[in-house]
C-alpha cells in the first residue's frame, strides 16, 4: 500500500520570505499523480498544486511550486512570497495513475503552516 | 468552477439516533464519492468510496452497517451514521470526483458532527 509521509508537523514563515514543505511518498507503481492540498480555518481542502509522476518538468502555480524527485519519491512544496492567507494546514496526497487502480487520494498528516506578520 | 454542497454544516444528536449527511454536485456528475472522516489536527481518514448505482466499498475498520452510504445519483450521495455514539463526533468531509478526470477532485465543506 501506498503511504505518504510529512515529516514537519509545523512550519513557521516570515510574511514575504520563502517556506519548503516535505513530503516523501512510498509506492511500487512508476505512474502516479501527487497533489498539495490546503486546509485552512475553515477547513474546505483546496487544491493548491498536482504533478504527473510521469512529467520531469515541476509544476509552478504562481507562489506555489514543487520540486518533485521521482527516484527520491519526495514531492516537496514551496511558497514564495508568503502571505497571511497562506496560512493553513498543508496535506500532501498521492494517487495511483494505475488503469482499473484505485482513484482515492491518499494523504500525508498534514504541516501546519503559521505566516507571521 | 465544480462545487460540491455539502448539508448540514453540523449537527448535534442524541446517542442511539441517526444522522443524515448529503454531499451534492451542483454543476458535474460525481461518478465517484469518497467520505472522509477528520479528528481534531489530523488527516483526512478515507471511510469509503462510492460509485453511482453501486454498493460502496468501506476501508478496513469501517463498519458498514454503522456508516450506511447511499449514491443512488449522479450529483447525490448520503451518509447516514447509524445509531450514533459520542464516540462517532468528528469533521466528515465528502469529496466528489468527475468522470474522465484524474485530478478532478471537489470536496465539499465538511460536517460537524456531535453526539451527545
Known amino acids: 500500500a501506498q503511504t505518504v509521509t510529512q515529516s514537519q508537523p509545523e512550519m513557521s514563515v516570515q510574511e514575504a520570505e520563502t517556506v519548503t514543505l516535505s513530503c516523501t511518498y512510498d509506492t511500487s507503481e512508476s505512474d502516479y499523480y501527487l497533489f498539495w492540498y490546503k486546509q485552512p480555518p475553515s477547513r474546505q481542502m483546496i487544491l493548491v498544486i498536482r504533478?504527473?509522476?510521469?512529467?520531469?518538468q515541476n509544476a509552478t502555480e504562481n507562489r506555489f511550486s514543487v520540486n518533485f524527485q521521482k527516484a527520491a519519491k519526495s514531492f516537496s512544496l514551496k511558497i514564495s512570497d508568503s502571505q497571511l492567507g497562506d496560512a493553513a494546514m498543508y496535506f500532501c496526497a498521492y494517487r495511483s495513475a494505475r488503469q482499473g487502480g484505485s482513484e482515492k487520494l491518499v494523504f500525508g498528516k498534514g504541516t501546519k503552516l503559521t505566516v507571521n506578520p | 468552477g465544480a462545487v460540491v454542497s455539502q448539508h448540514p454544516s453540523w449537527v448535534i444528536c442524541k446517542s442511539g439516533t441517526s444522522v443524515k449527511i448529503e454531499c451534492r454536485s451542483l454543476?458535474?456528475?460525481?461518478?465517484?464519492m469518497f467520505w472522509y472522516r477528520q479528528f481534531p489536527k489530523q488527516s483526512l481518514m478515507l471511510m469509503a468510496t462510492?460509485?453511482?448505482?453501486?454498493?460502496?466499498?468501506?476501508e478496513q475498520g469501517v463498519e458498514k452497517d454503522k456508516f450506511l452510504i447511499n449514491h443512488a445519483s449522479l450529483t447525490l450521495s448520503t451518509l447516514t451514521v447509524t445509531s450514533a455514539h459520542p464516540e462517532d463526533s468528528s469533521f466528515y468531509i465528502c469529496?466528489?470526483?468527475?468522470?474522465?478526470?484524474?485530478?478532478?477532485?471537489?470536496f465539499g465543506s465538511g460536517t460537524r458532527l456531535t453526539v451527545v
Open positions: 469529496s466528489a470526483k468527475r468522470a474522465g478526470q484524474n485530478y478532478g477532485y471537489t
Open positions: 504533478q504527473e509522476a510521469y512529467k520531469q
Open positions: 454543476d458535474f456528475q460525481a461518478t465517484t
Open positions: 462510492s460509485n453511482e448505482g453501486s454498493k460502496a466499498t468501506y
